[in-house]
């Protein structure tokens, strides 16, 4: 069985960074993203600067 780069676990299935090629289980990262859990926080500060919402409510 593969085994996680991230936890050392062996796991069915494991998923490769696209940003740091590490391999990881489904716990260890977004497998949808294919961004590991140490490049998913790097990402979210990049990420977070952007998508202030202002909400519109008058009236209601
Ligand atoms: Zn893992
Ligand atoms: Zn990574």
Redesign the pocket.
């Given at each position: 069985m593969p085994r996680c780069e991230i936890c050392s676990n062996e796991v069915s299935k494991v998923y490769k960074?696209?940003?740091?090629?590490?391999k990881?289980c489904e716990n260890c990262?977004d497998v949808d993203k294919l961004?590991?859990?140490?490049?998913?926080a790097?990402e979210e500060e990049l990420t977070s600067t952007e998508g202030i919402e202002f909400e519109e409510g008058e009236g209601g």
């Open positions: 960074c696209k940003s740091c090629g590490a990881f990262g961004i590991c859990e140490d490049c998913l790097f």
